[in-house]
């Protein structure tokens, strides 16, 4: 599967409060720009994960990318290690 997200830029971004997720409340305002990411869905044919990136590299655990958060979540939920 092949989705393609639009891009945004955040004008004026104020954190009100990090929440007890880890995550940050936040005020912005979104301004879409005519651009778009690429994701690229591929089941592996051993069912193992694994997650890629192309770009600016960002030096960081790769747990805390958002994309492997949804899919750790949705991993737990309907068991997907057994596909």
């Known amino acids: 599967m092949i989705s393609f997200p639009n891009c945004k830029i955040n004008i004026g971004l104020y954190v009100i409060n990090k929440r007890t997720d880890g995550f940050h409340n936040i005020e912005t305002i979104f301004y ?13 044919p051993d069912g193992l994960f694994s997650f890629q990136t192309s770009g600016i590299k960002v030096e ?4 805390r990318n958002l994309v492997v958060k949804a899919y750790r979540l ?8 057994h596909c």
């Open 32 to 44: 879409p720009v005519n651009i778009n990411d690429a994701l690229d869905i591929i089941k592996s």
């Open 60 to 63: 960081t655990n790769i747990e």
């Open 74 to 81: 949705l991993e737990k939920e309907y068991n997907l290690t």
